[in-house]
């Protein structure tokens, strides 16, 4: 079946404007996780769903980020205001966890690159 | 708080044994992964190994894990140029629902 897709693919955006980064992840896979990776940083986690459970939101960078997941299946990364230091891949994954036991595979999507001039 | 590290870059001739090597801090790490990243692609899972284990074979991929020294690396024999790419370290640090990325490794494969 289809993967995880995310758009749109690159966004270019002027400092101060809103964007929103959308995440399609695998149909039935309960988990969705938002990552970004910065130029010659490793990826960095902002934000995690688990079916309907209250997000886990720890890693969001500041109160500029927020994300939602609508109906268990589609997520929206809105970024308010950007600045230049938004700029970065900011990668999706889904997985299909089972009740919490095993550590389940994550399935990337191909990001969106997110340029803030 | 967790870390993971990587050499930046590897470069390899095609047809020989590739290693990459990452280190960890996090003694918890129950699963540890590589992943692979070509060119305007997203993450591929490669491989990974429960950390109970000391090596896992699978085709050209060899993944070789010292819990003492927090050491993993990941050996890909008879490389080919399609293995050019960026190689991410990863473990996971706080159960499921976080997975701490090293800065990834790019191998680059001379024909």
């Known amino acids: 079946g289809a993967g995880v897709s995310q758009s749109p693919s690159n966004k270019v955006t002027e400092k101060g404007k809103d964007v929103e980064l959308r995440c399609d992840p695998i149909?039935?896979?309960?988990?969705l996780y938002w990552y970004r990776q910065s130029l010659g940083q490793g990826l960095e986690f902002l934000i995690y769903?688990?079916?309907?459970?209250?997000?886990?939101k720890s890693g969001l960078p500041s109160d500029r980020f927020s994300a939602e997941r609508t109906g268990g299946s589609v997520s929206t990364l809105t970024i308010q205001r950007t600045q230049q230091e938004d700029s970065a891949v900011y990668l999706c994954?889904?997985?299909?966890?089972?009740?919490?036991?095993?550590?389940?595979?994550?399935?990337f999507g191909p990001g969106t690159r997110l340029t803030v001039l | 708080g967790e870390d993971v590290e990587q050499s930046l870059f590897l470069s390899v001739r095609e047809g020989d044994s590739s290693v990459i090597n990452c280190t960890y801090t996090?003694?918890?790490?129950?699963?540890l992964y590589w992943y692979k990243q070509e060119p305007g692609a997203g993450l591929q899972l490669l491989t990974y190994i429960f950390s109970n284990m000391d090596m896992k074979q699978d085709q050209r991929l060899t993944v070789l894990l010292n819990k003492k020294d927090k050491h993993l690396s990941l050996r890909i024999a008879d490389t080919q140029t399609g293995d050019s790419a960026i190689y991410f370290c990863a473990e996971d640090s706080g159960g499921y629902q976080k997975v701490t990325f090293g800065i990834g490794t790019k191998l680059q494969v001379i024909p």
């Open positions: 994954a889904s997985s299909l966890v089972y009740g919490g036991e095993s550590t389940d595979t994550q399935y």
């Open positions: 149909s039935g896979h309960t988990a």
């Open positions: 769903f688990q079916g309907n459970s209250a997000p886990d």
């Open positions: 996090d003694s918890s790490s129950t699963y």
